[in-house]
């Protein structure tokens, strides 16, 4: 059974600061991984979509990383804003019936 | 992209009674999911709602205590029957679509927040 486990469970940062939320899992044998936002009240937004072929994808100032072998992602954000601040989970998909597998997710706080 | 839509987004209920979550979608999926957020736990998948067949659900749920309809392919609805304090949680809904260079990612409403008394 997939086990996604996420550290730090909470993060508060000084705005401008670059930061790295970590994920991990235990079974590599994943079709991809995503990052998601969550919003209070405002469900899921998917951020990064990984293929399990890919080492990694970028989307701004959001860069996640995959190695499969070691059952590890890695979400950077640079120059990290207050508007950052949210739960970030990572979702690792398990194959062909889509299931995705989540993590607890990381409580990001940037303060002004 | 997809756009979804959940109905309520939040509700207070008595013990041993019935909440149905509707969900809509504003294009043609073909899967569509509901998941259940425990306070401080990760979401977790209830089931999987293909139209025009029944529901597959998870290790841990049951077709009579989570009914699901999904009547065409834009439309789904959960029901949480008989509940209980432990059943106070946030439900979403979700769809798997496809993007242009044939990944798919999945798509996720905004929650319906159950609180049961």
Same mark, same amino acid.
């Given at each position: 059974k997939q086990?996604v486990t996420q550290?730090?469970?909470?993060?508060? !940062?000084?705005?401008?600061?670059n930061? !790295?939320?970590?994920?991990s899992?235990t079974?590599?044998?994943?079709?991809?991984?995503q990052w998601?936002?969550?919003d209070?009240? #405002?469900?899921?937004? %998917?951020l990064?979509?990984?293929?399990s072929?890919?080492?990694e994808?970028?989307?701004?100032?959001?860069?996640? %990383?995959?190695?499969k %072998?070691s059952?590890? %992602?890695t979400l950077?954000?640079?120059?990290?804003?207050?508007?950052d601040?949210?739960t970030?989970?990572?979702? !690792?998909g398990?194959?062909?019936?889509y #299931?995705?597998?989540f993590g607890?997710?990381?409580l990001l706080? !940037?303060?002004? | 992209s997809a @756009?979804i839509?959940?109905?309520p $987004?939040?509700?207070?209920?008595?013990r041993?009674?019935?909440? *149905?979550?509707?969900?809509?979608v504003?294009?043609q @999926?073909?899967m569509m999911?509901?998941?259940?957020?425990?306070?401080?736990? $990760?979401l977790?998948?209830?089931?999987?709602?293909?139209?025009?067949?029944?529901a597959?659900y998870?290790?841990?749920? @049951?077709?009579?205590?989570? /009914?699901?309809?999904?009547?065409?392919?834009t439309f789904?609805?959960l029901t949480?029957?008989?509940?209980? /304090?432990e059943?106070?949680?946030?439900?979403?809904?979700? @769809?798997d679509f496809?993007l242009?260079?044939?990944?798919?990612?999945?798509y996720f409403?905004p929650? *319906?927040?159950?609180t049961?008394?």
């Open positions: 086990e550290i730090p469970a909470a993060l508060s !940062v000084p705005e401008g600061e930061l !790295v939320l970590n994920c899992f079974d590599s044998a994943i079709y991809n991984l998601f936002r969550q209070p009240g #405002k469900g899921l937004t %998917s990064l979509l990984i293929q072929s890919q080492r994808q970028t989307s701004g100032r959001l860069n996640a %990383s995959l190695d %072998s059952g590890r %992602s950077y954000i640079a120059a990290s804003q207050p508007g601040s949210a970030y989970l990572c979702a !690792v398990g194959g062909s019936n #299931k995705l597998t607890k997710g990381t706080t !940037v303060n002004p | @756009v839509s959940q109905k $987004s939040r509700d207070i209920c008595q041993g009674t019935s909440l *149905t979550i509707q969900c809509q504003d294009s @999926v073909t999911f509901w998941y259940r957020q425990q306070p401080g736990q $990760s977790t998948l209830i089931a999987t709602a293909n139209q025009g067949s029944e597959t998870e290790s841990g749920f @049951v077709i009579d205590k989570f /009914p699901i309809s999904r009547p065409n392919l789904s609805t949480v029957s008989n509940m209980s /304090p059943d106070s949680s946030i439900y979403l809904c979700s @769809v496809w242009a260079g044939g990944s798919d990612t999945q409403g929650g *319906t927040r159950l049961v008394l």
